[in-house]
């Protein structure tokens, strides 16, 4: 009896820690798998969070010389208005330009994420609009159900359903600062229109100023914005990049400039920057 109740005791001690060892085994092998998805989760939020950022999926770039901060790490500002087009103005005078623009209807979008994109394309400036669009109509509720019936398998998920169904209107624009102007306006061709429909429309005579930058030669000689400028040291003005031509060639000198306003014609001088 004795030799057996001994030879049981050995086989259950071995038993134990053969259970031991398994446990022990399980809760690693979880430990692993926990780790691991805790790692998948997380680089698939970064993922996510990348791709699904609007205000870069909606970017559109303005400027055609790749315009950024002169800056090489940008602080970054942000600012949230309702006044576009004073703001747009507001930022020419002070000497910045539209690198582009981020447009797109959605029910909750953080600005934050305009800031984070306007870090990433190295803006100085980035200027975010929210305006109320519409609730969701009947279709798009439906449309949403069978989105979510889909996604579980058949069954609704509540959490789903329960989501914002107000849409809003996003948009955002991006500036960089400038460097110091030649002569410092903002200039758009205008087109007129003539009253006969079936002939064609032509151009008006001349460049018109949009904005004036501040401390600028062209504000110190007195232009601002809506003039119309025709010739600077005699040049005739009637294309944009005549006007780029021309302060570059009289960087550094004096020229003669005139303009119209208000249909007057008017003259006045600059003292036109130089850059080395």
């Known amino acids: 009896m004795q030799k057996i ?10 038993a134990k820690t053969a ?6 085994t399980s809760q690693t092998k979880v430990m692993l798998i926990n780790l691991l998805v805790m790692g998948t989760l997380f680089m698939a939020s970064k993922l996510f969070a990348a791709e699904v950022n609007p205000y870069e999926k909606n970017y559109k770039a303005q400027n055609t010389s790749n315009l950024v901060s002169q800056q090489a790490n940008p602080d970054t500002k942000m600012y949230v208005s309702n006044h576009k087009d004073e ?8 000497g910045y330009d539209m690198m582009g623009s981020s447009g797109f209807e959605a029910s909750d ?23 109320y669009g519409s609730a969701k109509t009947a279709a798009s509720k439906i449309q949403l159900i069978k989105e979510s019936a889909k996604k579980n398998g058949g ?12 849409e809003y209107n996003y948009f955002a624009s991006y500036w960089a600062k400038l460097p110091t102007p030649l002569l410092g306006v903002h200039i ?8 006969d429909d079936d002939e064609q429309a032509g151009e008006s005579k001349g460049l018109t100023i949009l904005a004036v930058i501040k401390d600028s030669p062209a504000a110190k000689a007195g232009l601002v914005r809506g003039d119309v400028l025709t010739k600077i040291a005699n040049i005739e003005l009637n294309k944009p990049e005549e006007l780029s031509d021309v302060v570059r060639k009289f960087q550094g ?18 003292q036109i920057n130089s850059r080395n």
């Not at 030879?7 to 071995?14: A, K, L, P």
């Not at 069954?155 to 107000?166: G, L, N, Q, R």
């Not at 003669?256 to 007057?264: H, M, S």
């Open 19 to 24: 259970v031991l060892v398994d446990k022990k």
């Open 155 to 166: 069954e609704v998920d509540a959490k789903d359903i329960a989501a914002d169904t107000t």
């Open 87 to 94: 703001d747009n103005i507001s930022m020419l005078e002070n």
């Open 253 to 270: 000198q004096k020229v003669a400039i005139e303009y119209a306003r208000g249909g007057d014609k008017a003259i006045t001088t600059a």
């Open 109 to 131: 979008v953080a600005p934050e994420l305009a800031l984070q994109h306007a870090k990433a394309i190295k803006a100085d400036t980035v200027l975010v609009y929210t305006k």
């Open 188 to 195: 758009i061709k205008l087109v007129q229109k003539h009253q």
């Open 5 to 14: 109740s001994n030879s049981f005791t050995e086989v259950t001690s071995t």
